[in-house]
């Protein structure tokens, strides 16, 4: 097969090598899942330390084992949905054999999973070449996806710079070309943060669209699973495949009605941000996009639980609470500090921050019914500087706050929500456009996603 034409593809941008590219490769006879897991292993070697901080395991024979069924099946005329796609895995998902470690070295005396949870589960039936376990924020516990243990991925645009969290290692083997796409976590923006920093697609669905046990917990209220991947196309085939839905492809006939938020969730973020984010609507409005511009009172609500430190805290804290007090000098200090900030919370604190969660997500869905989704700044800032992060504990709590904080407000409301990167000046990194619709509404979300993604990249 063609070695070339394999290489050839893996140095494209992220977005010319999304999983319906590789598809057709593969069906043409460009090359082979073989070739694609050759070039992948070469490329860890090439990369190196990059390489070695985003992706830390990968048993090479195991995912050449696969490879090789996979190009069985195709040349016999088999094709699954994901056939010989090269798929990370992060650290926090059971793996039969393999000690999950969730980003951390407090579990490392711990048994190794028993099974697969179902989410892998779904992606190895669907014929997936395993590229590996990526790395973490420790216990998928921060927006910015520093890791002391093994150490902190490169972002793409800038080896200095961070890649955001928890799911830093995936977003990283995704931009990096070590993987087509990456099955990771959302809590309060794991998936999307790290999309938007690194000029990918984070999609967190709907929470019990997808299976979430065998996945260590966070705050069993908001986990979530979902995927990182180039496109609105990819994420939508790896959401079909790990919700056992039904996406379809159809498009959206009639143009976009978007609700964009008169919050400080919008207008409260760096400057370099909202003047891409503002050309961007004036863009989009030019190509036919209605923009209605209101308050939207749950969003605020949500928001104003989340300053108070939300469902994340105080369930994170009970989670650890044996752990901790076991292993606590196995902990990043970092995380621990914020876990121990949870012991102190009542739970008449709690369970005022709980209580009211329903009814905000009903007034949610009544307050966006007549638009097609709320469309925000994924993040406030562009990534930060890794070395500030590392050294200045203030600086990272102080940036890790503003990360999570517009994300955050929709896995409260347990909205649908996705991130697409949007077109950036000329040596900048883009920043994430986020589209979120209320809880169930995966399907719409996607299509909507996928038309505007259509539009702003048309006249690229």
């Not at 054999?97 to 949870?117: E, H, M, Y």
């Not at 669907?126 to 216990?139: D, K, L, P, Q």
């Not at 976009?256 to 370099?272: F, G």
Request: aromatic letters at 4%; hydrophobic letters at 45%.
């Amino acid at each position: 097969m063609n070695q070339a034409k394999a290489h050839e593809f893996w140095q494209r941008s992220p977005r010319e090598r999304s999983l319906i590219a590789l598809e057709q490769a593969y069906q043409v006879g460009d090359f082979t899942p073989e070739d694609t897991a050759d070039i992948i292993k070469e490329r860890h070697h090439t990369l190196k330390d990059a390489a070695s901080r985003s992706v830390i395991h990968l048993d090479n024979d195991a995912a050449a084992a696969q490879a090789s069924a996979q190009q069985h099946l195709l040349a016999s005329g088999v094709r699954l949905p994901l056939s010989g796609m090269p798929i990370t895995i992060k650290d926090l998902i059971d793996e039969a054999g393999a000690i999950t470690l969730a980003g951390s070295k407090a579990l490392a005396s711990t048994s190794p999973a028993q099974r697969d949870a179902p989410a892998l589960t779904r992606l190895k039936a669907a014929g997936i070449v395993h590229a590996g376990r990526t790395s973490m924020s420790e216990f998928a516990f921060s927006g910015l996806g520093l890791n002391p243990h093994v150490g902190t991925p490169p972002n793409p645009f800038d080896a200095e710079r961070i890649t955001g969290g928890s799911t830093s290692g995936g977003a990283a083997s995704v931009a990096l070309g070590l993987a087509a796409a990456t099955l990771g976590s959302d809590t309060g923006g794991s998936l999307r943060i790290p999309a938007a920093f690194c000029g990918l697609t984070g999609f967190k669905p709907s929470q019990a669209s997808v299976p979430g046990d065998g996945a260590f917990p966070l705050s069993p209220s908001l986990d979530c699973l979902g995927p990182i991947a180039p496109t609105v196309a990819c994420c939508r085939r790896l959401w079909e495949v790990l919700s056992g839905q039904s996406a379809e492809a159809s498009r959206l006939t009639r143009p976009l009605t978007l609700l964009v938020p008169d919050s400080e969730l919008v207008s409260d973020v760096d400057e370099d941000v909202i003047r891409d984010f503002s050309a961007l609507l004036a863009r989009i409005e030019a190509l036919g996009v209605t923009l209605v511009r209101r308050p939207l009172a749950a969003i605020e609500e949500a928001w104003g639980i989340n300053q108070r430190g939300g469902l994340v805290i105080p369930e994170a804290a009970a989670v650890h609470h044996e752990l901790m007090a076991q292993h606590e000098a196995n902990y990043d200090p970092l995380i621990a500090d914020r876990l121990r900030s949870g012991r102190d919370i009542t739970a008449s604190e709690y369970l005022t921050r709980l209580w009211p969660r329903a009814a905000i997500q009903q007034r949610f869905a009544q307050q966006v019914q007549d638009v097609d989704a709320v469309l925000m700044p994924t993040v406030a800032m562009r990534a930060p500087r890794r070395d500030l992060l590392e050294r200045d504990a203030e600086a990272f709590a102080a940036l890790n706050k503003r990360a999570l904080r517009n994300t955050s407000v929709f896995n409260y409301l347990d909205a649908s929500s996705i991130s697409i990167p949007a077109p950036a000046p000329a040596g900048a990194e883009p920043i994430g456009l986020m589209l979120s619709r209320p809880r169930g509404q995966d399907v719409a979300l996607l299509r909507v996603a996928e038309a505007l993604e259509s539009l702003i990249h048309a006249t690229d």
